[in-house]
């Protein structure tokens, strides 16, 4: 039998079934823009995590107030906690060997004033080596003093989103502000780089952490950024850090360490089980697709079984009469896949155009997918086929009720 003569059986039993043939492409399609949906949402959202901690680099660690453990989340922004970090904390931390230079970090919402206008922000009290670790530029002016960390000052660095809500065209280096009841002269301007770690920086006031907790009325620190001499130094810092701050909170571990290795982590294991949960759904659209194709090969063999006896009248093999059955259950698959294919990209590019989020599906999970479409379909038409393969001309030319 010519390849010709093969596609045009299948077409023809497409065509003559069409609601069938379109139950299951949409079956199939549905499995198939599952496992490359989420997929695709799995790495995108890691790809997102890997470039927030890029920013951040492979040498820092991150000091919250209080156990995650105990806790049961990860302490907030503005370090609310019932164990506080102190300034005489980190100047410990950053007495210690291996380590590079920390800075701290107080937080808090603010409503700040600049002539007839006015914006809620979120303010931040740190130093300034906070601009080297966060690898922050200032566009404009320059970054916080030098000053010994429990000094306050009354200067401060804000976004370039915030200098044009404060400021409108006019020029804000020099100018002053109030936040709160205290009032800072504006020294830097930063560059715009967009959020990171879930902080703008472009819609924020950067002042120094002495009049951050003046203005706050808290001595207790969100967090304390620490940068080691190297990636190498990670281990030996944590344990470091660990003990010191244990010493100075007479013996007790209230402190959580974070690192980006470990952040990614626990983030690949959420991703873990994404992915189980994607093979799970896959497989289940799948297998419900293979089960519809299976009894509608069954119901084709029976409804074309006068169809099948002429075949073989005519010198139709059985084993060409297989290849029949199994090529028309596959088109169907291949069918649907690349169906299931584009619509999850299209899914995935409308995802991209919402969010700054890299929303790609990985090659092997489109790849993956399209073999398993067609894996199940092969395996499921596999009996009926051999069922209509076996048949004999005479009885499948038997008009139905006949003896």
Request: proline share 4%.
């Amino acid at each position: 039998m010519r390849a010709a003569d093969a596609l045009g059986f299948w077409l023809g039993a497409l065509r003559g079934h069409r609601s069938r043939s379109l139950m299951l492409l949409l079956a199939i399609a549905i499995g198939v823009v599952a496992v490359n949906l989420l997929t695709g949402l799995g790495a995108g959202a890691r790809a997102f995590v890997l470039n927030e901690f890029a920013l951040l680099g492979r040498d820092i660690l991150i000091v919250f107030p209080g156990r995650k453990e105990t806790t049961g989340r990860m302490p907030p922004l503005t370090g609310l906690t019932p164990h506080a970090l102190t300034l005489q904390d980190m100047q410990a931390v950053s007495r210690l060997p291996g380590i590079r230079r920390v800075a701290p970090q107080q937080a808090g919402q603010m409503e700040v004033i600049a002539g007839n206008r006015n914006r809620e922000v979120l303010t931040l009290g740190t130093t300034r080596d906070f601009f080297a670790i966060r690898q922050l530029t200032v566009l404009q002016g320059q970054p916080l003093p030098a000053l010994d960390p429990e000094q306050a000052e009354a200067v401060c660095v804000i976004g370039g989103k915030l200098r044009r809500e404060l400021f409108g065209t006019r020029p804000a280096l020099g100018e002053w502000l109030r936040a709160g009841d205290r009032r800072f002269r504006v020294i830097g301007i930063l560059a715009e780089r967009g959020e990171s770690l879930g902080m703008d920086f472009a819609e924020m006031l950067i002042i120094p952490v002495a009049s951050a907790q003046a203005l706050f009325n808290s001595e207790g620190l969100s967090r304390v950024f620490v940068e080691v001499q190297g990636p190498g130094s990670l281990e030996r810092g944590k344990r470091l850090i660990g003990a010191a701050l244990k010493e100075r909170h007479e013996g007790e571990e209230d402190i959580t360490l974070v690192s980006q290795d470990s952040l990614l982590g626990a983030f690949d294991q959420i991703l873990a089980v994404l992915t189980l949960a994607v093979a799970g759904i896959g497989a289940i659209s799948l297998l419900v697709a293979g089960i519809l194709i299976m009894n509608v090969t069954w119901i084709a063999v029976s409804q074309r079984s006068a169809e099948i006896g002429l075949l073989k009248a005519i010198g139709v093999t059985a084993a060409q009469l297989r290849l029949l059955f199994l090529g028309e259950a596959a088109l169907l698959a291949l069918s649907g896949a690349l169906a299931g294919l584009l619509l999850a990209e299209t899914l995935l590019w409308l995802g991209r155009l919402a969010f700054d989020v890299p929303l790609y599906a990985p090659w092997w999970a489109r790849a993956g997918a399209v073999l398993l479409a067609l894996g199940t379909a092969l395996l499921f038409a596999w009996l009926p086929a051999a069922r209509a393969a076996a048949l004999e001309p005479v009885t499948a030319l038997r008009p139905p009720g006949a003896h």
